[in-house]
């Protein structure tokens, strides 16, 4: 089954402890990302990957890094969460492979993850 | 920049009656338009799109949506609501670089029996 998997899928943390958040995709993507979900603002993108160790920043980059090693896996890191990064964070990779996207592309999400910074 | 405006923020609609949800854009040339849902405890999984061609888009389960230039909106339709839909929904837009989605904040949308 072509899925993305998030582990975990509720964390409640501490301020300053470093944390991270997988991501894995069994459908040989190129394209992956992750976003933050925030009551009455949507989803805004963190970061995203075109490709294995090719990273770019999205709309709400601060606090937070990735690393892409392998095509399946694209981790977010928060080196030292604040209670400002609570939020509900997706990963989702996509058939995307060009810099625009286009009419062909479907992304797929993750479940989510919950995570709360005391 | 672009920018997509849900206006409303919580509908609720009676099983077997239709439901439209609101999307406008702000985005100069064609946009490029996806409506998405996300139910309970889920990912998001996407609805149906717009590109080009055919204003009445249809989707899945029993979704559809129009574009309107004139109006600058992107309207979801179902003709009969089912207690399944109970969910957020969200509409979004690709940026002017082409690179990435900008979502609306959301629309919950309850079914009352």
């Known amino acids: 089954e072509a899925q993305v998997t998030q582990n975990p899928r509720y964390l409640i943390t501490v301020t300053g402890k470093k944390l991270t958040v997988t991501c894995s995709q069994n459908m040989n993507h190129e394209y992956m990302s992750w976003y933050r979900q925030d009551p009455g603002l949507g989803l805004r993108q963190i970061y995203y990957s075109m490709n294995v160790e090719v990273t770019d920043k999205g709309d709400v980059p601060e606090g937070y890094k990735v690393s892409r090693k392998e095509k399946r896996n694209f981790p977010l890191i928060l080196e030292s969460p604040s209670p400002n990064q609570t939020s509900l964070y997706f990963c989702?990779?996509?058939?995307?492979?060009?810099?625009?996207?286009?009419?062909?592309?479907?992304?797929?999400f993750g479940p989510g993850t919950r995570l709360t910074v005391l | 920049a672009q920018s997509v405006t849900q206006p409303d923020i919580h509908i609720t609609v009676s099983e077997g009656a239709s439901l439209e949800l609101r999307c406008n854009y702000s985005y100069g040339a064609t946009p490029y338009l996806f409506w998405y849902v996300q139910s309970p405890g889920q990912g998001l999984q996407l609805l149906l799109k717009?590109?080009?061609?055919?204003?009445l888009v249809q989707g899945i389960k029993g979704f559809e949506a129009e574009f309107k230039r004139s109006q600058s909106s992107f309207n979801l339709r179902k003709p009969s609501v089912h207690w399944s839909d109970a969910a957020e929904y969200f509409c979004a837009v690709v940026n002017q670089a082409g690179t990435a989605l900008i979502f609306g904040k959301g629309t919950t949308l309850s079914v009352s029996s």
């Open positions: 989702a990779s996509s058939t995307r492979t060009g810099v625009r996207i286009s009419s062909t592309d479907t992304q797929y």
């Open positions: 717009y590109f080009s061609g055919d204003t």
